[in-house]
């Protein structure tokens, strides 16, 4: 079975500085891979996927994601974070079984 | 991505009763899934909910703790049934249209708390 490890639990970053959230899954073969984001009191809303083909892929928020075969990672990328980006952020896999989630990283955006 | 409607949306229920948490999605669905995210905590599978036939259960969690219901192709309920403290958590619902290439959405989650 998949797993997936984000090693950061915590990250602030000032608001309009580069963003990169860690992710990381071992798997046999190529998994799907997403990412999720949790604002407080709420459910998860995806930000971006990957199956196939191009390896940088473009999410919404203005997320992006580089799928590195050779690392087995699946980082999260943004040039410049808003206030309204602080969430808790979830990394996930699926291969031969359902949706296996990261611990997640806490984002906080500081002023 | 479809809408996917759970009640309730929170409960505070007394230990030793159950509670039956509905999930309805606007549209039909090929696979439905019930995680727990216990507080401050990452999602972990209960079960994949199966369409006519008994729900897939993951290790940890069994069928009588957590019986599932699928009766069709939009809806699913999850009961947690003689409820501790220990089963306070956020109960989300999620749906997949197909099996390949296709990404998981979620429900906005039902809060629980057992006192």
């Known amino acids: 079975a998949q797993s997936v490890t984000q090693p950061d639990i915590h990250i602030t970053v000032s608001e309009g500085a580069s963003l990169e959230l860690r992710c990381n899954y071992s798997y046999g073969a190529t998994p799907y891979l997403f990412w999720y984001v949790q604002s407080p009191g709420q459910g998860l809303q995806l930000l971006l996927k990957y199956f196939s083909g191009d390896t940088l892929v473009q999410g919404i928020k203005g997320f992006e994601a580089e799928f590195k075969r050779s690392q087995s990672s699946f980082n999260l990328r943004k040039p410049s974070v808003h206030w309204s980006d602080a969430a808790e952020y979830f990394c996930a896999v699926e291969g031969n079984t359902p949706l296996v989630f990261g611990k997640g990283t806490r984002l906080s955006v500081i002023a | 991505s479809a809408v996917i409607s759970q009640k309730p949306s929170r409960d505070i229920c007394q230990r030793g009763t159950s509670l039956t948490i509905q999930c309805q999605v606007d549209?039909?669905?090929?696979?439905m899934f019930w995680y727990r995210q216990q507080p401050g905590q990452s999602l972990t599978l209960i079960a994949t909910?199966?369409?006519?036939?008994?729900?897939?259960?993951e290790s940890g969690f069994v069928i009588d703790k957590f019986p599932i219901s699928r009766p069709n192709l939009t809806f699913s309920t999850l009961t947690v049934s003689n409820m501790s403290p220990e089963d306070s958590s956020i109960y989300l619902c999620?749906?997949?249209?197909?099996?390949?290439?296709?990404?998981?959405?979620f429900g906005q989650g039902t809060r629980l708390t057992v006192v």
């Open positions: 549209s039909q669905v090929t696979m």
């Open positions: 999620s749906a997949k249209r197909g099996k390949v290439d296709t990404e998981a959405f």
């Open positions: 909910a199966n369409q006519g036939s008994e729900a897939t259960y």
